[in-house]
């Protein structure tokens, strides 16, 4: 029987599957590799972090550890809280855990500290610009989620409150546990939070895959957050 031209390359553990592969694996580790590189602009321009790396950095400064190890280990740590919630990751939740973290340390290392405001204010817009751009063109790869975005929707699912209130509660959690363990909070962080739905819907209109079709629901095992809808006007970020 030949397989229908509508299927879905991708199976329901988010593993890919069908046409477009190469380009598909190629986009997700582009965006992973540019999503880390672009979060460690931010913390060399010093004026405040997206949420989650807030808590990151705070960790760094407690632990000892470079925020890039920092990074791998919390999201092994979330990754294992997806077992009680029954979510199962995918390609693209393991790519995440091992690449972010590895490209955040590699960019700090030949990346300098920024002198002088104006060189501060251009690495924090840099930043949060190519992170919005990373965040549309590993999603649109529709290989599975990150794994903070599968603590959101796997909660959703658990407790039936909306995303929009688990991520709020979440991003303010760890944003107020970072910023107490020495967290770098600031103009940064707020203009992150403004700029990042619309910058990432223009990267998801810009690098969609022609032909992929959508991921599962939020909630269910196979489910992206980050990729459920077939509209990207309704996309659900992660972070």
């Known amino acids: ?3 229908s031209p509508s299927a879905s390359p991708s199976g329901s553990d988010g593993r890919p ?4 592969i190469p380009r598909r694996l190629t986009q997700l580790t582009a965006g992973l590799l540019l999503y880390g590189a672009s979060s460690a602009l931010l913390v060399r321009s010093g004026l405040g972090l997206e949420p989650w790396n807030v808590l990151h950095q705070g960790l760094s400064r407690l ?3 470079s925020i890039g190890v920092i990074v ?6 979330v990754l294992l809280l997806w077992i009680p ?3 199962r990751p995918g390609l693209g939740t393991v790519a995440n855990v091992l690449l972010i973290g590895a490209a955040m340390d590699a960019t700090l290392a030949v990346a300098p500290d920024a002198e002088g405001l ?4 251009a690495l924090m817009v840099s930043g949060v610009v190519l992170n919005g751009l990373a965040t549309g063109l590993y999603i649109a790869a529709r290989l599975g989620p990150g794994p903070r975005d599968g603590l959101m929707t796997g909660l959703h699912r658990l407790t039936g409150r909306s995303i929009r209130l688990i991520r709020t509660l979440l991003e303010i959690g760890v944003v107020a546990t970072g910023f107490l363990l020495g967290g770098s909070l600031g103009v940064g ?5 403004l700029a990042i739905g619309p910058l990432a819907q223009l990267a998801l209109r810009l690098f969609a895959v022609p032909g992929a079709a959508p991921d599962a629901a939020p909630g269910t095992a196979a489910g992206s957050a980050a990729a459920a809808s077939e509209s990207p006007d309704r996309v659900i970020l992660p972070r």
Not at 118 to 121: F, L, S
Not at 189 to 193: D, G, I, K, S
């Open 1 to 3: 029987m030949s397989r």
């Open 189 to 193: 962080t707020v203009l992150y939070a």
């Open 118 to 121: 104006p060189a501060r204010i």
């Open 72 to 77: 791998t280990i919390m999201g092994a740590v």
């Open 17 to 20: 599957r069908g046409r477009r």
């Open 85 to 87: 919630l029954r979510q």
């Open 63 to 65: 632990t000892g550890l």
